[in-house]
Nanobody, 113 residues
Framework: QVQLVESGGGLVQPGGSLRLSCTVSRIIFSRYAMAWYRQAPGKQRELVAS???????NYADSVKGRFTISRDNAKNTVYLQMNSLKPEDTAVYYC???????WGQGTQVTVSS
């Protein structure tokens, strides 16, 4: 069974940065597209960014120009670099293997002064 472990969340001031990591095991990581989602309190889970095995990326309009998704196939890890964070970015962030429907446990990101 696929395992996904996220890390890197925390409390940051508006305008700050965080880098989330998601390490995946029990699959041939390089063959799979990966995605980051987030869920804020009282809201539906939404797609933040995705990256295919070849490296092409896609972003939600709300994070374009501020967030960058990347992957290191040698480390079985996908990253989400988040810059210029805003209070509305506050959410639990999850990584996912879309084609397998597998989710990580989530990591909390709180943007507040």
């Amino acid at each position: 069974q696929v395992q996904l472990v996220e890390s890197g969340g925390g409390l940051v001031q508006p305008g700050g940065s965080l880098r989330l990591s998601c390490t995946v095991s029990r699959i041939i990581f390089s063959r799979y597209a990966m995605a980051w989602y987030r869920q804020a309190p009282g809201k539906q889970r939404e797609l933040v960014a995705s990256i295919i095995s070849g490296g092409s990326t896609n972003y939600a309009d709300s994070v374009k120009g501020r967030f960058t998704i990347s992957r290191d196939n040698a480390k079985n890890t996908v990253y989400l670099q988040m810059n210029s964070l805003k209070p509305e970015d506050t959410a639990v962030y999850y990584c996912k293997v879309p084609s397998l429907g597998s989710w990580g446990q989530g990591t909390q990101v709180t943007v507040s002064s």
